[in-house]
């Protein structure tokens, strides 16, 4: 424990947060929180905070944990060489390999970013935003760019969560081009999945989810989208019950309940170990290692700091000249360039000056080949690896080799982040970077960027059709699902193009080929619009037209929209029965079969599904042609009891998709063969099944899928007798059935399977336990639902119980049972216990957890020496 781990535990705990809230808002064990509680003096060793010893084994654990997917702690800790608290890596290793089964599935958890840098100052502005939020619903932070609106609402986010029973979420709308989607990024990132139709749009199924939940949803860059963003976000506010917003935005939204607050500058004067000049010490420190703060270069630094408006983004990028330049001589070059600047913008406000002087000198400053990557990775709306900038960026002056160091060059002087993640390293511009390089480019230069990221995004679709069958289909639906941003951006600019038509009919035929999109973690409401506005674009072909229609027709057959795609496959079938697209005419028929199965005319259905095989056999079609219907088919004889013929289809998809190492097909395909177990009787092996095919389908973003396993699952529980899981796993199906459309796609046979293991259940357990458990199941997320499943949730009774060794008592010197005695905190729990507020109430109104709560109250009364908190009002006085 070094000065700086002392001093901030110290500041936490004064504020009233409890031993364990500090530990894991520090990452650091909850002994030595107590030793540095226990210390009236700092520690000698006065090294500066770099954040927790577990931050930089991060990549070492990541590492094991891919090596061996099940390795222990105890073996984690050899391999890397721990030397430290038992517990803390404990929490590190089950955290990452909770980030770990998120981005492997598709799913990102609350969705906070990780942060490459340590958080510095903004200790008021949180304590702030925290007693914000405890009274108004909508809170938006408003600030010009470069101010770091994004960075305070992501650790506020991560310091409130424990208040949320729901969760946090964090959405980033910086990447969104239309407000179409404004909505559906947010049930992207709750997990929901919506229908297209007017009774069921996303705006409706996002309420409906957060209509009693108490969730913190963060809003992130806000100011492009601001009109949609203000009528959705008055919408939530009215219609939802405990739902906190927060927004982050250069304009404030101006709708009823707005509470809007103005992010300053970090102060530049005063204390030197917080504000602009310790982040100016921080960032110095890991641009030029050994950087210390003293009385030679304080005065330097402190003019450094007040000439840049004390922007933390514009410090940032001063000090990574510290590597060829002294903090004096910074100095001395900030004023020039300051000075000269307010004489050519006087129109902008200082802050902007700022800002804009800074982005100017970094961009000055770097040579040609950084300038032209700059420029070109503006076009990119979301994260991006190595592979995407040498697709998008290449070509002309910029040679793969050029690209690589460029990359590397930019991520030094700060206009490039590096993320790490599970998926390996990826970068992003910031806003304001990405903004300046797309302003310096022509016309014309962005029309060709705009095209170049279509063909990038066109082909990671299109690969992602022609590698289906086989061992490349996760990384490829992988792939899709983490340039999300980059496709909407490719769609938007190419559908939006007035002047060049190709891009739009390069959209539309990549479109036509998108038949696992929604399976690839973009949701079926969004696979749906796309759909839909390729249609409407001029002069594409019929070809390609037909092959939309068939694709848009399964989408809305999935979704249970059957009288569109009833009209959409009569669209299809005008166009194919007129060309020479006989596979695209023979998968028309196929979607006619399955609407018609769901429809519970099985005749029909079953000789489409004939009419279709012998199509796609006499012209050869791909294998995921046939496998998709041998799984249709299946799934029809399923209905109609004929159990052996099914299985003997089941079996056929599950021996060819293992030979050839395929994964999605081969879930459906062990599904199916569970669903037969489950109607043969053999419950328990229909269990394992629905187990089996529920993990495979961990790897893709299919909600449906893991919809329609998870009612397998809760079906063999019910007649396994297990009333109380059967409940949970069906309630949770039913929520997630209710989000994608109708329930089981509306089809008979499956209804009839749910009444039956509804009934059963309740029967079994009693209508008021079945419905605590249902109720529990309906409020997971598909993460949660999984967890319960596998038996991987968080929550141990000994980790929801209040330690003794927790309890703290009056600080030495301090009255016992004098109000002088309580920290700040417990004396803001105790005013509100005294005005008879609840716990929960207490929590709500200070953004803490419950338990949190809790302990201060029991901190108090033991301070207080009183035994009830009904004598709390009276020993306040």
């Known amino acids: 424990m070094n000065v700086d781990e002392w001093s901030e535990i110290r500041r936490c705990h004064a504020e009233g947060e409890s031993i364990k809230g500090v530990a894991q808002r520090l990452g650091i064990s909850r002994n030595t929180v107590r030793r540095a509680l226990s210390m009236s003096e700092p520690p000698s060793d006065h090294r500066r905070l770099k954040g927790s010893a577990a931050d930089d084994a991060d990549v070492h654990i990541r590492n094991a944990?891919?090596?061996?997917?099940?390795?222990?702690?105890?073996?984690?800790?050899?391999?890397?060489?721990?030397?430290?608290?038992?517990?803390?890596?404990?929490?590190?290793?089950?955290?990452?390999?909770?980030?770990?089964?998120?981005?492997?599935s598709g799913w990102t958890g609350t969705g906070l970013p990780q942060q490459p840098t340590s958080f510095v100052g903004r200790h008021a502005e949180l304590r702030e935003l925290r007693r914000l939020l405890g009274d108004h619903r909508l809170v938006s932070i408003v600030g010009p760019g470069g101010i770091g609106k994004t960075r305070l609402s992501v650790q506020a986010a991560a310091e409130f969560r424990r208040a949320f029973p729901d969760g946090v979420r964090f959405v980033e709308y910086a990447s969104l081009r239309s407000e179409?989607?404004?909505?559906?990024?947010?049930?992207?990132?709750?997990?929901?999945?919506?229908?297209?139709?007017?009774?069921?749009?996303?705006?409706?199924?996002?309420?409906?989810?957060?209509?009693?939940?108490?969730?913190?949803?963060?809003?992130?860059?806000?100011?492009?989208?601001?009109?949609?963003?203000?009528?959705?976000?008055?919408?939530?506010?009215?219609?939802?019950?405990?739902?906190?917003?927060?927004?982050?935005?250069?304009?404030?939204?101006?709708?009823?309940?707005?509470?809007?607050?103005?992010?300053?500058?970090?102060?530049?004067?005063?204390?030197?170990?917080?504000g602009a000049i310790e982040l100016f010490a921080r960032r110095a420190d890991s641009a030029l290692s050994g950087f210390e703060l003293d009385d030679s270069n304080i005065p330097a630094v402190r003019r450094i700091c007040e000439r840049l408006d004390g922007l933390p983004l514009a410090i940032e990028l001063a000090c990574t000249r510290l590597n060829v330049l002294s903090v004096e001589e910074l100095a001395d070059l900030l004023d020039r360039r300051l000075s000269m600047l307010t004489v050519s913008a006087r129109g902008r406000s200082p802050r902007h000056r700022s800002l804009q002087a800074t982005i100017d000198w970094s961009y000055e400053l770097c040579s040609d080949t950084e300038r032209a990557l700059w420029c070109r990775a503006s076009v990119l709306a979301d994260s991006f690896d190595l592979g995407t900038a040498l697709a998008v960026c290449s070509g002309d002056s910029l040679s793969d080799d050029e690209i690589l160091d460029s990359i590397a060059s930019l991520v030094a002087k700060s206009v490039i982040v590096r993320v790490t993640s599970d998926g390996g390293v990826r970068f992003r511009l910031l806003e304001s970077m990405r903004e300046y390089g797309w302003g310096k480019l022509t016309s014309s230069e962005r029309h060709d960027a705009n095209a170049r990221l279509l063909e990038y995004c066109a082909q990671l679709i299109e690969e992602s059709t022609a590698r289906w069958y086989g061992p490349e289909q996760p990384a490829k639906a992988t792939a899709v699902s983490v340039n999300r941003g980059n496709i909407r951006a490719a769609l938007h600019s190419a559908?939006?193009?007035?002047?060049?038509?190709?891009?739009?009919?390069?959209?539309?035929?990549?479109?036509?080929?998108?038949?696992?999109?929604?399976?690839?973690?973009?949701?079926?409401?969004?696979?749906?619009?796309?759909?839909?506005?390729?249609?409407?674009?001029?002069?594409?072909?019929?070809?390609?037209?037909?092959?939309?229609?068939?694709?848009?027709?399964?989408?809305?057959?999935?979704?249970?929209?059957?009288?569109?795609?009833?009209?959409?496959?009569?669209?299809?079938?005008?166009?194919?029965?007129?060309?020479?697209?006989?596979?695209?005419?023979?998968?028309?028929?196929?979607?006619?079969?399955?609407?018609?199965?769901?429809?519970?005319?099985?005749?029909?259905?079953?000789?489409?599904?004939?009419?279709?095989?012998?199509?796609?056999?006499?012209?050869?079609?791909?294998?995921?042609?046939?496998?998709?219907?041998?799984?249709?088919?299946?799934?029809?004889?399923?209905?109609?009891?004929?159990?052996?013929?099914?299985?003997?289809?089941?079996?056929?998809?599950?021996?060819?998709?293992?030979?050839?190492?395929?994964?999605?097909?081969?879930?459906?395909?062990?599904?199916?063969?569970?669903?037969?177990?489950?109607?043969?009787?053999?419950?328990?092996?229909?269990?394992?099944?629905?187990?089996?095919?529920?993990?495979?389908?961990?790897?893709?973003?299919?909600?449906?899928?893991?919809?329609?396993?998870?009612?397998?699952?809760?079906?063999?529980?019910?007649?396994?007798?297990?009333?109380?899981?059967?409940?949970?796993?069906?309630?949770?199906?039913?929520?997630?059935?209710?989000?994608?459309?109708?329930?089981?796609?509306?089809?008979?046979?499956?209804?009839?399977?749910?009444?039956?293991a509804v009934n059963h259940s309740r029967t079994h357990i009693g209508p008021s336990h079945f419905d605590a458990a249902w109720a529990r199941g309906q409020a997971m997320s598909t993460r949660e639902l999984l967890d319960f499943i596998f038996d991987e949730g968080e929550g141990s009774a000994s980790s929801q119980t209040v330690s003794d060794s927790t309890r703290v008592d009056a600080p030495a010197g301090v009255d016992p049972g004098s109000r002088e005695c309580l920290s700040p905190r417990e004396r803001e729990v105790a005013e509100l216990v005294a005005q008879g507020l609840t716990n929960k109430q207490i929590a709500e109104k200070l953004v803490l957890s419950p338990r949190t709560v809790e302990g201060h109250v029991e901190h108090l009364l033991r301070k207080l020496g009183l035994s009830r908190r009904a004598e709390v009002a009276r020993a306040l006085g």
């Open 180 to 274: 179409n989607l404004l909505s559906q990024t947010i049930c992207d990132r709750l997990g929901l999945e919506t229908r297209d139709d007017p009774g069921s749009s996303a705006d409706d199924v996002l309420i409906e989810h957060l209509r009693n939940r108490r969730i913190l949803l963060v809003l992130d860059n806000c100011e492009h989208l601001v009109e949609g963003t203000a009528t959705l976000v008055s919408r939530l506010v009215q219609e939802t019950a405990n739902l906190r917003i927060l927004v982050t935005s250069r304009e404030y939204l101006a709708v009823p309940g707005e509470y809007i607050f103005h992010l300053a500058p970090l102060p530049t004067d005063g204390d030197i170990t917080s």
């Open 495 to 756: 559908m939006s193009d007035t002047t060049d038509h190709a891009l739009g009919h390069r959209a539309a035929e990549t479109l036509g080929s998108s038949r696992f999109l929604w399976a690839c973690g973009v949701s079926v409401r969004e696979h749906r619009m796309w759909l839909t506005q390729a249609l409407d674009l001029p002069g594409i072909s019929k070809e390609a037209k037909g092959r939309i229609l068939t694709v848009l027709a399964l989408v809305q057959t999935l979704q249970g929209d059957r009288d569109a795609a009833d009209f959409t496959l009569r669209r299809a079938r005008e166009i194919t029965g007129n060309q020479h697209d006989p596979v695209t005419g023979a998968f028309a028929v196929h979607i006619a079969g399955l609407r018609d199965f769901f429809a519970g005319r099985a005749d029909s259905a079953l000789t489409s599904l004939d009419e279709a095989e012998r199509s796609y056999q006499q012209h050869g079609c791909s294998p995921d042609f046939v496998s998709m219907l041998q799984i249709h088919r299946g799934m029809l004889l399923c209905s109609t009891s004929d159990t052996g013929a099914a299985a003997d289809q089941f079996r056929k998809v599950f021996a060819r998709t293992e030979s050839v190492g395929e994964s999605w097909f081969h879930s459906y395909a062990t599904y199916g063969l569970g669903h037969v177990a489950l109607l043969e009787g053999d419950c328990d092996t229909a269990e394992g099944l629905a187990r089996q095919a529920l993990q495979i389908q961990r790897k893709f973003g299919d909600t449906i899928g893991k919809t329609v396993m998870a009612d397998l699952l809760g079906w063999a529980f019910a007649e396994q007798g297990d009333g109380d899981r059967a409940a949970v796993v069906l309630g949770a199906a039913s929520s997630m059935w209710g989000s994608i459309g109708r329930q089981l796609y509306g089809a008979e046979h499956w209804g009839t399977l749910r009444e039956k």
């Open 65 to 104: 944990l891919h090596q061996s997917p099940d390795i222990s702690i105890a073996e984690v800790a050899r391999r890397i060489e721990w030397k430290h608290s038992r517990t803390l890596l404990a929490r590190k290793v089950n955290h990452l390999r909770s980030e770990m089964k998120d981005s492997a």
